[in-house]
Nanobody, 130 residues
């Protein structure tokens, strides 16, 4: 079965850390650029981070730069999002996508491109609260 599955969300206190996983089955994730997106209640979806295929170039939204790190584990067919120094405003459903590199970067900055991805996960909820 071809799918992307996110995991690792949960409740964490401000200043805490979480590591999200985006695991692919049925296809090789390393052939695709992978993006992480989030959507908070009542807000538009926003691009958080993405990693290209090949050279592994990474991109981060200004709001998470210096706090979040995206990485790949080719052997596990998984992409991770390490989230440190979490803030209440990071609370959202986080989802991952797989697609071609250009479209993935476009989706980071233009929400309409999100639907041009090849694969989407269902998301995992991250709640940052004391």
């Amino acid at each position: 079965q071809v799918q992307l599955v996110e995991s690792g969300g949960g409740l964490v206190q401000p200043g805490g850390s979480l590591r999200l996983s985006c695991a692919a089955s049925g296809f090789t994730l390393d052939y695709y650029a992978v993006g992480w997106f989030r959507q908070a209640p009542g807000k538009e979806r926003e691009g958080v981070s993405c990693i290209s295929r090949g050279d592994g170039t990474t991109y981060y939204a200004n709001s998470v730069k210096g706090r979040f790190t995206i990485s790949r584990d080719k052997a596990k067919n998984t992409v991770y999002l390490q989230m440190n120094s979490l803030k209440p405003e990071d609370t959202a459903v986080y989802s991952c996508t797989a697609g071609d590199p250009i479209t993935t970067v476009q989706a980071m900055y233009g929400p309409s491109y999100y639907y041009a991805m090849d694969y989407w996960g269902k998301g995992t909820l991250v709640t940052v609260s004391s």
